[in-house]
């Protein structure tokens, strides 16, 4: 099936810091990703919409200027968590879907594991 | 508008007993249901699928039937394996909700040897 990564795994940064996750479509051309959050213990919340060449479309409740989003090519969206604290500590995990895969299917990347002290 | 119900957790089994998570939901229009695993620090991964009622997915032994009278979407395995021992997340997709997917809450399986 379709390979999607996220870079880094896991990362450890100070109150106040921001941090750039990437997500990538190794063998596909993904139009539209997605990006989670997820708490310990908890299920998967979509935090928003990336789209290829347009703006992101965020979930009601989530901080657009704090969680910037850039799809800027096919293969890649960013997620940059702005001024980091210690509350935006989670587990993130994106997903892409196949522009001409059945609507319904993504593939998901391994997550990326934020620590704010 | 769209949900996911499922078990909570955690589940204890042991090695070759047989499993069951439930999972119900509400969705308008013609959801696809799903089931994803995660094990310990990863990702998700899909385990299987199904598009429409009456379906049957299925996936290194696991199964599960898309039942549209009960709305169900249940989990089944008739052995389970230790390293069957991770989160099992159910899914819905609608095109009603702009082929978002809705999550459940996840049930954590423990397998026992």
Partial sequence: GAVVSQHPSRVICKSGTSVKIECRSLDFQATTMFWYRQFPKKSLMLMATSNEGSKATYEQGVEKDKFLINHASLTLSTLTVTSAHPEDSSFYICSAREPNGPQETQYFGPGTRLLVL | ?113
């Fill in chain 2, 1 to 113: 508008g769209n949900s996911v119900t499922q078990m909570e957790g955690p589940v204890t089994l042991s090695e070759e007993a047989f499993l069951t998570i439930n999972c119900t939901y509400t969705a308008t229009g013609y959801p696809s249901l799903f089931w994803y695993v995660q094990y310990p620090g990863e990702g998700l991964q899909l385990l299987l699928k199904a598009t429409k009622a009456d379906d049957k997915g299925s996936n290194k032994g696991f199964e599960a039937t898309y039942r549209k009278e009960t709305t169900s979407f249940h989990l089944e395995k008739g052995s389970v394996q230790v390293s069957d021992s991770a989160v099992y997340f159910c899914a819905l997709t609608a095109n009603t909700g702009g082929f978002k997917t809705i999550f459940g809450a996840g049930t954590r399986l423990f397998v026992k040897a």
